[in-house]
C-alpha cells in the first residue's frame, strides 16, 4: 500500500461505521446517543488493558488504527500510551471532563488511567496509536530525558495525577509529521518481515521530529495555572541559558519577579537556578560526548564563570569528573 492508497482506504466507510452514521442520522441527538451507551455494561469496555489489544504472538508493542466515525460516546481508559491525531478534519475529545477541539494534523498524547471520549460525528478521520508503556518509555520519554529542560515538564505533566494529564502539539498541519504517521499505519496494516522493528523505528523518527519541532509549541491542560506562558518561559531559559537572569525573564514575560520565581518553582519542581544549572550540563554531557573540546573550553562556552566553579558543580550531581565522564562515555 501507498500513500496515496492509503489516503483512499481511509477515507471509506466500514460496515460499523455506516451503521452507526444510520443510527446518528436517525436520531440526531448525541443524548440520546449516549443513553443507549448508558444501557450497556460500561464496567465491561470502561477499563481497557494491554491485554485487549496487545498480542505476544503478533511480537508488537505498537497498534495504530483508524477510529471509527459516528461511535457512540462512551467515558473510557485504558492501561497504554494513546495518541490520537488528526488525519483530516476534526474532532472533540474529553479528557476529566474538560473538552478539548483538536484540529486537522493536531497530536494528543493520552497517558495510562487517563478517563476520557472522542466524539467523531463526520466525515473527519482520526488515527488512533496505542503505544505499551515500556515502549513509551524507551521512545518518547528515553528521548527527552536527554534533551531539553522541558523533558522533566512533560514527564511531569504525563504522570502527576492532580492534573488532566494530556500534552496537545498543534502541528499546523505539518506534511512531514503526517507522512511519518501514514507510513506507520501502512506499516502496521501490511504487516511484513520485520514489521515490528520498523514500526519501533517509525516512532522514534516521528517523536524525535515532533519534538525537535514542537517541543516548545505545546498546549497543557487548564488545571496547571498560567500553562499558556509556561512553556514559553521555559523554552526562554533554554534558549538563553548562558547569560538569562531572574530579572531579564520576569521584564520578557511581564511577571515580578518573586512571582514568576513562585511559578516556576510550583509548576516545574526546580528553582530557577536549578534550571538554569540543568540545561548547562546537559550541554556539557552534549559536549564532552560529542566533541573533543577541552573541559575549560566546554566550561566557558556553557556559560560559567571559571573552570573550577564548573568542575565542582558537575562532579557533585553525577559523582565524577567531567573528564572522567568522557573516559566512561568512550
Known amino acids: ?36 451507551m448508558d444501557n450497556l455494561d460500561m464496567d465491561l ?49 474529553e479528557i476529566n471532563g474538560e473538552v478539548i477541539q483538536l484540529r486537522e494534523c493536531d497530536l494528543c498524547i493520552i497517558p495510562p488511567k487517563v478517563e476520557h471520549t472522542i466524539e467523531v460525528f ?44 494530556y500534552i496537545i502539539f498543534r502541528t499546523n498541519r505539518d506534511p512531514n509529521l503526517k507522512e511519518i504517521l501514514s507510513k506507520l499505519f501502512i506499516e502496521h496494516h501490511d504487516n511484513k518481515k520485520y514489521t515490528a522493528n520498523i514500526l519501533y523505528n517509525l516512532l522514534m523518527l516521528f517523536f524525535s521530529y515532533l519534538l525537535r519541532e514542537y517541543e516548545s509549541q505545546v498546549e497543557l491542560p487548564k488545571s496547571l495555572p498560567k500553562n499558556d506562558k509556561l512553556i514559553s518561559i521555559l523554552a526562554y531559559m533554554q534558549d538563553h541559558y548562558k547569560t538569562v537572569t531572574l530579572g531579564e525573564l520576569s521584564s520578557t514575560f511581564h511577571f515580578t519577579e518573586s512571582y514568576l520565581s513562585k511559578l ?6 526546580q528553582t530557577f537556578l536549578d534550571i538554569i544549572k540543568t540545561i548547562k550540563l546537559n550541554k556539557a554531557i552534549e559536549l564532552l560526548t560529542s566533541s573533543d573540546l ?26 565524577i569528573s567531567p573528564n572522567q565522564f568522557r573516559k566512561n562515555s568512550k
Not at 451503521?19 to 446518528?24: A, G, I, M
Not at 577541552?294 to 557533585?316: D, L
Open 122 to 165: 463526520d466525515d473527519s478521520i482520526i488515527l488512533n496509536v496505542l503505544i505499551k508503556r515500556s515502549t513509551f518509555k524507551e521512545t518518547f520519554l528515553e528521548m527527552l530525558k536527554h534533551e531539553t529542560v522541558l523533558s522533566s515538564f512533560f514527564m511531569k505533566i504525563l504522570y502527576t495525577e492532580k492534573y488532566n494529564n
Open 45 to 93: 469496555i470502561k477499563e481497557l488493558t494491554e491485554a485487549d489489544y496487545f498480542s505476544s504472538s503478533d511480537r508488537t508493542d505498537i497498534i495504530i488504527l483508524k477510529h471509527k466515525r459516528f461511535t457512540p460516546v462512551f467515558k473510557h481508559r485504558h492501561e497504554f500510551f494513546e495518541l490520537i491525531y488528526v488525519y483530516a478534519g476534526h474532532c472533540v475529545q
Open 294 to 319: 577541552k573541559v575549560q573550553n566546554i566550561s566557558e562556552s556553557i556559560g560559567f564563570e571559571n573552570n573550577t566553579h564548573f568542575i565542582r558543580t558537575f562532579k557533585k550531581v553525577y559523582g
Open 264 to 269: 516556576i518553582k510550583v509548576t516545574s519542581g
Open 1 to 36: 500500500m501507498n500513500l496515496v492508497e492509503l489516503d483512499a482506504m481511509l477515507k471509506v466507510y466500514s460496515e460499523e461505521e455506516l451503521l452507526y452514521r444510520k443510527n446518528y442520522d436517525a436520531k440526531k441527538d448525541r443524548k440520546i446517543l449516549q443513553v443507549s
